[in-house]
Protein backbone atom coordinates (compact mmCIF):
# COMPACT_ATOMS: atom_id res chain seq x y z
CA UNK A 1 0.00 0.00 0.00
CA UNK A 2 1.90 3.47 -0.59
CA UNK A 3 0.85 5.77 1.34
CA UNK A 4 2.23 8.72 0.12
CA UNK A 5 2.70 12.45 1.96
CA UNK A 6 2.67 15.42 -0.53
CA UNK A 7 3.77 18.37 2.20
CA UNK A 8 3.38 18.26 5.85
CA UNK A 9 -0.39 18.91 5.85
CA UNK A 10 -1.48 17.62 2.70
CA UNK A 11 -1.52 13.60 2.20
CA UNK A 12 -2.51 11.34 -0.35
CA UNK A 13 -3.28 8.04 -1.92
CA UNK A 14 -4.25 7.00 -5.73
CA UNK A 15 -6.77 4.54 -5.81
CA UNK A 16 -7.11 1.35 -7.51
CA UNK A 17 -10.20 1.09 -9.19
CA UNK A 18 -10.10 4.52 -11.44
CA UNK A 19 -6.44 5.92 -10.12
CA UNK A 20 -8.51 8.40 -8.65
CA UNK A 21 -6.38 10.80 -5.68
CA UNK A 22 -7.80 11.21 -2.41
CA UNK A 23 -6.09 14.11 -0.35
CA UNK A 24 -6.34 14.57 3.55
CA UNK A 25 -5.12 17.99 4.52
CA UNK A 26 -4.53 18.02 8.59
CA UNK A 27 -4.25 21.02 10.43
CA UNK A 28 -5.31 20.23 14.19
CA UNK A 29 -8.62 18.92 12.30
CA UNK A 30 -8.85 17.77 8.86
CA UNK A 31 -10.75 17.27 5.33
CA UNK A 32 -10.99 14.75 2.89
CA UNK A 33 -10.73 15.86 -0.51
CA UNK A 34 -13.13 13.45 -2.47
CA UNK A 35 -13.57 10.42 -1.70
CA UNK A 36 -13.03 7.68 -4.27
CA UNK A 37 -15.62 5.56 -5.80
CA UNK A 38 -16.49 3.26 -2.69
CA UNK A 39 -14.37 -0.43 -3.39
CA UNK A 40 -13.94 -2.08 -0.13
CA UNK A 41 -10.45 -1.54 -1.26
CA UNK A 42 -10.14 1.86 -2.19
CA UNK A 43 -12.51 3.14 1.13
CA UNK A 44 -9.96 0.78 2.97
CA UNK A 45 -6.71 2.55 1.42
CA UNK A 46 -8.35 6.20 2.44
CA UNK A 47 -8.99 5.03 6.27
CA UNK A 48 -5.60 3.59 6.70
CA UNK A 49 -4.03 6.90 5.75
CA UNK A 50 -6.56 8.58 8.07
CA UNK A 51 -5.18 6.09 11.12
CA UNK A 52 -2.10 6.27 10.41
CA UNK A 53 -2.43 9.87 11.14
CA UNK A 54 -4.21 9.47 14.60
CA UNK A 55 -7.09 9.12 13.28
CA UNK A 56 -8.02 13.14 13.10
CA UNK A 57 -11.09 14.57 13.84
CA UNK A 58 -12.22 15.01 10.26
CA UNK A 59 -14.77 18.51 9.40
CA UNK A 60 -15.37 17.82 6.52
CA UNK A 61 -15.33 15.33 3.03
CA UNK A 62 -15.02 17.77 0.48
CA UNK A 63 -16.35 16.88 -2.86
CA UNK A 64 -14.62 18.04 -6.01
CA UNK A 65 -17.71 17.26 -7.90
CA UNK A 66 -20.56 14.59 -8.03
CA UNK A 67 -18.72 12.06 -10.67
CA UNK A 68 -19.12 8.87 -8.72
CA UNK A 69 -15.24 7.79 -8.76
CA UNK A 70 -14.58 10.96 -6.56
CA UNK A 71 -18.65 10.99 -5.06
CA UNK A 72 -19.60 7.35 -4.43
CA UNK A 73 -17.20 6.53 -1.56
CA UNK A 74 -17.98 9.50 0.29
CA UNK A 75 -21.04 8.26 2.38
CA UNK A 76 -18.70 4.77 3.76
CA UNK A 77 -16.01 7.23 4.79
CA UNK A 78 -18.10 9.51 6.34
CA UNK A 79 -19.68 6.76 8.74
CA UNK A 80 -15.83 5.42 9.46
CA UNK A 81 -14.62 9.08 10.28
CA UNK A 82 -17.62 11.37 11.50
CA UNK A 83 -16.60 14.03 8.74
CA UNK A 84 -19.75 15.91 7.05
CA UNK A 85 -19.62 15.61 3.17
CA UNK A 86 -19.78 18.75 1.74
CA UNK A 87 -20.27 19.84 -2.28
CA UNK A 88 -21.28 22.87 -4.24
CA UNK A 89 -25.34 23.92 -4.50
CA UNK A 90 -25.30 22.47 -8.06
CA UNK A 91 -23.79 18.80 -7.60
CA UNK A 92 -25.40 18.24 -4.46
CA UNK A 93 -28.69 17.00 -6.16
CA UNK A 94 -26.94 14.65 -8.21
CA UNK A 95 -24.84 13.15 -5.17
CA UNK A 96 -27.90 13.03 -3.26
CA UNK A 97 -29.81 11.29 -5.80
CA UNK A 98 -26.47 8.62 -6.30
CA UNK A 99 -27.46 7.61 -2.83
CA UNK A 100 -30.94 7.80 -2.75
CA UNK A 101 -30.72 9.94 0.53
CA UNK A 102 -29.55 13.22 1.45
CA UNK A 103 -26.57 12.52 2.20
CA UNK A 104 -24.93 16.03 1.16
CA UNK A 105 -24.93 18.33 4.52
CA UNK A 106 -22.52 21.46 3.92
CA UNK A 107 -23.08 23.54 0.92
CA UNK A 108 -19.96 24.89 -0.39
CA UNK A 109 -19.64 28.54 -2.15
CA UNK A 110 -17.46 30.87 -3.73
CA UNK A 111 -14.45 32.43 -1.60
CA UNK A 112 -15.87 29.95 1.84
CA UNK A 113 -12.96 29.60 4.43
CA UNK A 114 -12.34 26.29 6.31
CA UNK A 115 -10.22 26.85 8.84
CA UNK A 116 -8.46 23.41 10.07
CA UNK A 117 -6.36 25.11 12.87
CA UNK A 118 -3.31 24.65 10.59
CA UNK A 119 -4.49 24.76 7.64
CA UNK A 120 -6.82 27.05 5.48
CA UNK A 121 -8.86 25.94 2.87
CA UNK A 122 -10.49 28.22 0.36
CA UNK A 123 -13.31 27.12 -1.99
CA UNK A 124 -13.12 28.32 -5.25
CA UNK A 125 -16.23 27.58 -7.22
CA UNK A 126 -14.63 26.39 -11.15
CA UNK A 127 -17.62 25.35 -13.10
CA UNK A 128 -17.27 23.24 -16.21
CA UNK A 129 -16.20 20.24 -16.10
CA UNK A 130 -19.56 19.72 -14.70
CA UNK A 131 -22.11 22.79 -13.56
CA UNK A 132 -20.96 22.70 -9.57
CA UNK A 133 -17.13 21.75 -10.24
CA UNK A 134 -14.85 22.91 -7.82
CA UNK A 135 -11.40 23.95 -7.04
CA UNK A 136 -10.05 24.35 -3.14
CA UNK A 137 -7.03 25.92 -2.71
CA UNK A 138 -4.68 25.35 0.54
CA UNK A 139 -4.14 28.96 1.08
CA UNK A 140 -0.70 28.84 3.01
CA UNK A 141 0.84 27.06 0.21
CA UNK A 142 -0.87 28.16 -2.43
CA UNK A 143 -1.66 24.19 -3.44
CA UNK A 144 -4.73 24.17 -5.75
CA UNK A 145 -6.84 20.61 -5.95
CA UNK A 146 -8.67 20.61 -8.98
CA UNK A 147 -10.25 17.48 -8.90
CA UNK A 148 -11.20 16.86 -13.17
CA UNK A 149 -11.20 20.44 -13.85
CA UNK A 150 -7.66 19.99 -14.42
CA UNK A 151 -5.80 16.46 -14.94
CA UNK A 152 -2.13 15.86 -13.93
CA UNK A 153 -1.68 14.51 -17.48
CA UNK A 154 -4.61 14.24 -19.78
CA UNK A 155 -7.03 17.18 -20.69
CA UNK A 156 -10.51 16.60 -19.00
CA UNK A 157 -13.65 16.36 -20.67
CA UNK A 158 -16.51 18.68 -21.10
CA UNK A 159 -19.65 16.85 -21.46
CA UNK A 160 -22.55 18.98 -23.13
CA UNK A 161 -25.47 17.33 -20.90
CA UNK A 162 -23.04 17.96 -17.69
CA UNK A 163 -20.71 20.82 -17.94
CA UNK A 164 -19.96 23.79 -20.18
CA UNK A 165 -17.52 25.00 -22.66
CA UNK A 166 -17.80 28.83 -22.17
CA UNK A 167 -17.63 28.29 -18.38
CA UNK A 168 -14.91 26.07 -18.31
CA UNK A 169 -12.55 28.36 -19.97
CA UNK A 170 -13.81 31.46 -17.70
CA UNK A 171 -13.52 29.08 -14.85
CA UNK A 172 -9.45 28.49 -16.45
CA UNK A 173 -9.34 32.36 -16.87
CA UNK A 174 -10.38 33.56 -13.30
CA UNK A 175 -7.75 30.87 -11.98
CA UNK A 176 -4.80 32.47 -13.56
CA UNK A 177 -5.26 35.53 -11.35
CA UNK A 178 -4.58 33.51 -8.28
CA UNK A 179 -1.13 32.67 -6.96
CA UNK A 180 -0.74 28.63 -7.59
CA UNK A 181 2.71 26.96 -6.72
CA UNK A 182 0.86 23.33 -7.32
CA UNK A 183 -1.89 21.61 -8.35
CA UNK A 184 -3.14 18.62 -6.78
CA UNK A 185 -5.36 17.34 -9.51
CA UNK A 186 -8.09 14.52 -8.85
CA UNK A 187 -6.13 12.08 -10.96
CA UNK A 188 -2.62 11.74 -12.06
CA UNK A 189 0.69 13.46 -11.03
CA UNK A 190 0.86 16.93 -8.91
CA UNK A 191 1.41 19.75 -11.74
CA UNK A 192 4.24 21.47 -11.11
CA UNK A 193 3.98 24.46 -13.23
CA UNK A 194 0.51 25.16 -12.71
CA UNK A 195 0.60 28.47 -14.58
CA UNK A 196 1.79 27.36 -17.71
CA UNK A 197 -0.17 23.87 -17.80
CA UNK A 198 -3.30 26.27 -17.46
CA UNK A 199 -1.95 28.18 -20.58
CA UNK A 200 -1.83 25.23 -22.16
CA UNK A 201 -5.45 24.08 -21.71
CA UNK A 202 -6.82 27.36 -23.10
CA UNK A 203 -4.79 27.50 -25.78
CA UNK A 204 -5.51 23.65 -26.51
CA UNK A 205 -9.33 24.49 -26.49
CA UNK A 206 -9.38 27.94 -28.28
CA UNK A 207 -7.24 26.32 -31.33
CA UNK A 208 -9.94 22.82 -31.00
CA UNK A 209 -12.42 26.12 -31.49
CA UNK A 210 -10.89 27.91 -34.18
CA UNK A 211 -10.50 24.32 -36.16
CA UNK A 212 -14.06 23.59 -35.38
CA UNK A 213 -14.98 26.78 -36.84
CA UNK A 214 -12.78 26.56 -40.11
CA UNK A 215 -14.48 23.18 -40.84
CA UNK A 216 -17.78 24.07 -40.28
CA UNK A 217 -17.08 27.30 -42.98
CA UNK A 218 -15.60 25.13 -45.41
CA UNK A 219 -19.02 22.73 -45.11
CA UNK A 220 -17.66 20.08 -42.87
CA UNK A 221 -21.22 20.60 -41.11
CA UNK A 222 -22.11 17.70 -38.69
CA UNK A 223 -20.43 16.46 -35.89
CA UNK A 224 -19.95 13.36 -37.98
CA UNK A 225 -18.22 15.61 -40.58
CA UNK A 226 -16.10 17.38 -38.23
CA UNK A 227 -14.85 14.53 -35.81
CA UNK A 228 -13.61 12.75 -39.10
CA UNK A 229 -11.70 15.45 -39.88
CA UNK A 230 -9.97 15.46 -36.72
CA UNK A 231 -9.42 12.07 -35.49
CA UNK A 232 -8.58 8.68 -37.04
CA UNK A 233 -8.95 5.35 -35.53
CA UNK A 234 -9.83 6.68 -32.17
CA UNK A 235 -11.28 3.36 -29.95
CA UNK A 236 -14.73 3.55 -29.49
CA UNK A 237 -15.16 5.27 -25.88
CA UNK A 238 -12.80 7.67 -26.90
CA UNK A 239 -14.77 8.68 -29.93
CA UNK A 240 -17.63 9.07 -27.97
CA UNK A 241 -15.79 11.39 -25.62
CA UNK A 242 -14.24 13.25 -28.92
CA UNK A 243 -18.01 13.79 -30.01
CA UNK A 244 -18.66 15.65 -27.26
CA UNK A 245 -15.88 17.07 -26.87
CA UNK A 246 -16.79 18.49 -30.05
CA UNK A 247 -20.37 18.72 -29.65
CA UNK A 248 -19.08 21.68 -26.34
CA UNK A 249 -17.13 23.58 -28.57
CA UNK A 250 -20.09 23.81 -31.14
CA UNK A 251 -22.87 24.50 -28.42
CA UNK A 252 -20.12 27.76 -27.24
CA UNK A 253 -19.98 29.04 -31.07
CA UNK A 254 -23.68 29.20 -31.38
CA UNK A 255 -24.19 31.05 -27.97
CA UNK A 256 -21.58 33.64 -29.66
CA UNK A 257 -23.90 33.59 -32.60
CA UNK A 258 -21.17 32.71 -34.96
CA UNK A 259 -22.79 29.17 -36.11
CA UNK A 260 -26.46 28.69 -36.53
CA UNK A 261 -28.03 25.42 -36.53
CA UNK A 262 -30.71 23.70 -38.40
CA UNK A 263 -33.90 23.47 -36.83
CA UNK A 264 -33.15 19.54 -35.98
CA UNK A 265 -29.84 21.00 -34.79
CA UNK A 266 -27.85 18.63 -36.42
CA UNK A 267 -26.18 20.80 -39.46
CA UNK A 268 -24.20 23.79 -38.92
CA UNK A 269 -23.60 26.79 -40.98
CA UNK A 270 -20.90 29.75 -40.31
CA UNK A 271 -22.74 32.94 -39.97
CA UNK A 272 -22.30 35.47 -42.73
ZN1 LIG B 1 -15.43 13.98 -13.40
Known amino acids: MTLSKLMPVVHYVTLNSNGNNVYLVLGKRAAFIDSGDGTDGDTDKIVSLWRSLGSPHVDLIILT ?4 DHSGGAAKLANITGGRIASSFDEKSYIDQFYGSEVVHHVLEHG ?8 LLEILLT ?10 MYYEEKV ?3 GDTILGDSNTTIMCDQGDMELYLN ?3 NLQSYEIRLIAPGHGPVVRRPMVEIDRIIEHRLNRERQIFELISTQKNTIDEIFNSIYINLETELAHLAREQIRSHVVKLQREGRITSSTDGNIFHKVM
Open 127 to 136: PGHTLGSISI
Open 65 to 68: HRHY
Open 171 to 173: SLR
Open 144 to 146: LFT
Open 112 to 119: DLIDLDGA
